[in-house]
């Protein structure tokens, strides 16, 4: 596939923002070629357009297939895997976000939940106080998240651009 200026920038600068967020460089340029091309890539298609070795490549391919971010495709007349995503922003966003709490919410609540029952009544009440302050600002956001999850992207774009007006109407904005 070949790159245009436009399209080079787009995959670097979203290979950056990856290790920001903890992924992988390549991880997150593979993702980005994908979301850009027009047409499911097979492996050696991408490792060639990055420019990346082919094992690269494919360890990539399975650390976006375990976040649910890829998936293999095949196409007509080519026995080769060939490897897509979603080109639905709002779908990726709701699948990275339920990976991430899968991955990152799920346990902490799990262990805030068996930390505040060993601790019990008896414990230190202060650090016990915190850890359930914790727990219910977590369950109160998991719970928030699950609502959102369920309304169609029309109602959240909508709830997202309403901002700073939130506060206005419920009387606690700035004058």
Do not use: Y
């Amino acid at each position: 596939m070949e790159l245009t200026a436009v399209k080079q920038k787009f995959i670097l600068h979203w290979g950056e923002m990856g290790t920001r967020w903890g992924v992988n460089r390549t991880v997150a340029q593979i993702h980005a070629l994908l979301f850009i091309a027009d047409a499911p890539l097979n492996a050696e298609d991408i490792a060639e357009t990055l420019v990346v070795a082919r094992s690269n490549v494919s360890n990539s391919l399975k650390e976006l297939q375990s976040w649910g971010l890829v998936k293999v495709v095949h196409v007509l007349g080519d026995r080769r895997d060939h490897f897509d995503t979603s080109k639905d922003v709002w779908a990726l966003f709701r699948t990275i976000v339920d990976e991430r709490k899968r991955r990152e919410f799920d346990p902490t609540l799990t262990i805030l939940r068996e930390c505040i029952a060993e601790e019990g009544e008896a414990g230190d009440k202060a650090a016990l106080k915190r850890m359930q302050d914790v727990l219910e600002f977590m369950e109160t956001l998991t719970a928030w998240i699950n609502e959102m999850e369920r309304l169609p992207p029309e109602t959240l774009m909508k709830i997202l651009k309403l901002g700073a007006k939130v506060q206005k109407m419920l009387g606690r904005g700035e004058d």
